[in-house]
């Protein structure tokens, strides 16, 4: 039994706020879906302890559990919200998926209809360069806080008019593995001012990769080489945030697209 509409209209317009996904729990109980109920309080109580401590063993045990109702019920409870059919994949986060997996130009076609179904902050797409000027062009953009755009093909003009695009206010992660990006494109989206809350980019397996190596010992972060290329584009456009992740072990690299959002959320909602 899909979530009555209102219910799920609060959730989508008040993404940051736990509680009107705390009703929607309240009405799985009382409508013979315990399990999902369980689930959203859960995922609820999970985001909070990771925030406060990742390596706790509470924290832990938790997204077992979660991991566990997910793997019996998912792919149930993605069809009772209709997006069975529209995504390639999907991840649940604060009990409602918040991160899909889709083309591009079905995105385009559909995302009216995605963000009134659930709650979208992140996104995977797949097959964008036929698309990407349009693509960039869409509003309804305004609202990711992640995006991964990885093996589509992107060239520097693709990587062009992203950094052009006014519709990324909000974009904090962006992974482009495997793409074939180079110099200028690169500079473009660095000396963009469209991206103020930019705060990690993934160049893996381009041309070019202007992020720190990391030295380490043990896992542990010691030392970062700056590439050359990062050095003449800072040269000329001063400092790049995300040229520079924060990262004090290996392992905090690439960061949690989830805890992006979470550390928005107000500590009594």
């Not at 019996?72 to 009772?80: H, I, T």
């Not at 006014?166 to 992660?173: A, D, G, S, V």
């Not at 924060?246 to 107000?266: G, H, I, K, M, W």
Request: with cysteine.
């Amino acid at each position: 039994m899909p979530l009555p509409a209102e219910l799920l209209q609060a959730v989508t317009s008040r993404p940051n706020d736990d509680l009107p996904r705390r009703e929607a729990a309240e009405w799985c109980r009382l409508n013979g879906q315990a399990e999902r109920a369980d689930f959203i309080v859960m995922q609820l109580k999970l985001a909070k302890l990771v925030l406060m401590n990742p390596d706790d063993d509470d924290a832990f045990d938790l997204a077992l559990d979660t991991e566990t109702l997910l793997e019996s019920y998912g792919n149930q409870w993605l069809e009772f919200d209709g997006l069975n059919e529209l995504v390639d994949d999907y991840s649940y986060n604060r009990g409602f998926v918040e991160l899909v997996e889709m083309p591009a130009a079905r995105f385009m076609q559909q995302v009216d209809l995605l963000y009134r179904l659930s709650p979208i902050y992140h996104l995977d797409l797949t097959k964008v360069i036929d698309v990407a000027e349009g693509l960039f062009q869409l509003p309804q953009l305004q609202q990711l806080l992640s995006l991964s755009m990885d093996q589509c093909g992107l060239k520097d003009e693709h990587l062009e008019q992203f950094a052009h695009s006014p519709h990324f206010p909000n974009l904090r992660w962006l992974s482009l593995i495997l793409n074939d990006i180079g110099i200028s494109g690169t500079e473009r989206l660095a000396a963009s001012t469209l991206f103020p809350n930019l705060q990690y980019v993934n160049f893996l397996g381009n041309r070019v990769d202007p992020i720190d190596e990391l030295l380490d010992d043990q896992g542990i972060v010691m030392e970062r080489r700056s590439p050359s290329e990062a050095r003449e584009i800072e040269a000329r456009h001063g400092p790049i945030k995300w040229f520079h992740p924060e990262a004090r072990l290996v392992s905090d690299l690439p960061p949690s697209r989830f805890t992006l959002l979470n550390r928005t959320l107000p500590e009594d909602s």
